[in-house]
């Protein structure tokens, strides 16, 4: 079972059935999904698919997606994961998404790093970040938490480029 994570603002923890509504806030959103590998949801059944889909997921130690909860309204306003793990489970790719209206408040550069060590706990040595080229706000995020882009490459699904950035404990900044 994964863990809940907290910091001074946010928790981690699992998503439930009672998020559909914050979860459809979230994944119908344009702004949102402009970059992102699904398509913009167009209905709350789209997110109970999800969620079955996060299950399935998760049971076979697949994929991990955590709700970001603000502490203070107790509302989920984003999710984070782990996905695409490499054979060794030495390597995999972390994803995330925000509600537009909790962008640049840096409530993203408090949770991936909950997410970051909890990796860590679980062997993982490098994360990998897949980031659309026109997708500058990530891109700058994902710098600011130490990872590099180190080349530009297709990733099966798409047929959009997307710069990918390794973060090891080595390069860490």
Known sequence: MKPVLSSHRLVLRSIVHSDVDDLFEIYGNEQVMEFA???VFTSIEMVHQMLESVARLEA???????A???KA???VIGTCG???FNQARSECEVG???HPAYWNKGFMSEALPLLFEHAETMGIQQLRADIDQHNVRSQRLFRKLGFKAYQSCYVLGFSKEVASFPHTRNNAT
Do not use: A, G, M, Q
């Open 73 to 75: 309204s107790n509302k």
């Open 96 to 98: 995330c998404l925000l």
């Open 37 to 39: 590998s699904d398509p």
């Open 68 to 70: 970001i909860v603000e």
């Open 60 to 66: 076979t130690e697949e994929s991990f997606e955590w």
């Open 82 to 84: 782990l996905h695409s």
